[in-house]
């Protein structure tokens, strides 16, 4: 079995940990939220016989540094998240990569791709729709499944507070309260998002990467459009069939609007796709980044 090598690297006085291991083409695998690189668990040893994986977490998750939020949440756009990613695949001497991505880390893909176009082959993404997108539809049935995206961005210092006043209990019932509960979770993996949920400065960091979303990337997103900019490297985007984002958006129709080349589907599972559904997420990672060992 592939062995997998931690690393930390820094940016800006912020500490970016995750693990490399495998052989191949580049992969950058992104997690979501509340979790940490270990989501990728169930499918990074076999995608690690075909490439070389680099497994990061965010800032302000995991063992990743938690810099002080601004006024402007700049600190935690998404932005500054792409240009994280950058600094850890040029430290291990990758200027072009493909990604593989979750709910947050999908987000800071998306900017990836938008800022740096040249650096990203192409990007597999798990259930998510553009951010820009899902706060300009955001329905009653998205707003009661999601409600950790309204509650997050409340003003310091409430929500940050009520997390941290008990963050087992926050990772639990965020996690547990989707389409499988808790079932999908090995034991000591969750233990490992407790750990980091625990860690002085995540509560904070959630919210700000929340508010950023809410904020700053929408200005970016915004750009975006107005320039007329979509992206070009190839996307291929998955979701869970029985998570909220399949049910309350039409989700290739949206990435349509974002970028050229788009391909998925839904997937029989809900929004943990790279823990509820690892062989399902495998068989597409072969499939759509195979290319990147051909060139």
């Known amino acids: 079995m592939t062995q997998f090598t931690p690393f930390d690297v820094q940016r800006d006085g912020v500490v970016l940990h995750g693990r490399i291991g495998g052989s191949g083409a580049p992969l950058l695998l992104l997690h979501g939220h509340p979790q940490t690189h270990v989501i990728w668990h169930r499918v990074a040893p076999a995608l690690a016989e075909r490439f070389t994986v680099v497994a990061m977490d965010l800032r302000g998750y995991g063992d990743s540094g938690r810099p002080a939020d601004d006024a402007n949440h700049v600190a935690y756009s998404k932005r500054e998240m792409a240009l994280d990613a950058m600094a850890v695949m040029a430290h291990h001497g990758f200027s072009r990569f493909g990604v593989l991505a979750h709910d947050r880390g999908a987000r800071v893909a998306h900017r990836l791709a938008a800022d740096h176009g040249e650096a990203v082959d192409r990007m597999l993404l798990l259930d998510i729709a553009p951010t820009l997108s899902m706060y300009a539809n955001t329905s009653e049935a998205f707003a009661r499944a999601y409600w950790h995206w309204f509650f997050l961005i409340q003003p310091p210092p409430l929500p940050e507070a009520l997390i941290a006043s008990d963050p087992v209990r926050y990772v639990r019932s965020v996690m547990g309260g989707r389409h499988a509960g808790l079932a999908p979770f090995a034991q000591e993996v969750m233990a490992e998002y407790e750990r980091c949920i625990g860690i002085d400065g995540t509560a904070e960091s959630i919210c700000a990467d929340y508010r950023a ?22 996307l291929r985007v998955l979701w869970g069939e029985h998570g909220a984002v399949g049910k309350c958006f039409g989700v290739l129709a949206l990435w349509r609007e974002v970028a050229h080349h788009v391909s998925g589907h839904s997937i029989p ?27």
């Open 269 to 295: 599972c809900g929004h943990y796709v790279p823990e509820e559904a690892p062989d399902a997420v495998l068989a597409e990672a072969f499939d759509f980044f195979s290319p990147l060992n051909k060139t």
């Open 213 to 234: 979303s809410a904020t700053i990337d929408l200005v970016h997103d915004r750009e975006d459009v107005a320039a007329g900019r979509k992206l070009a490297s190839p």
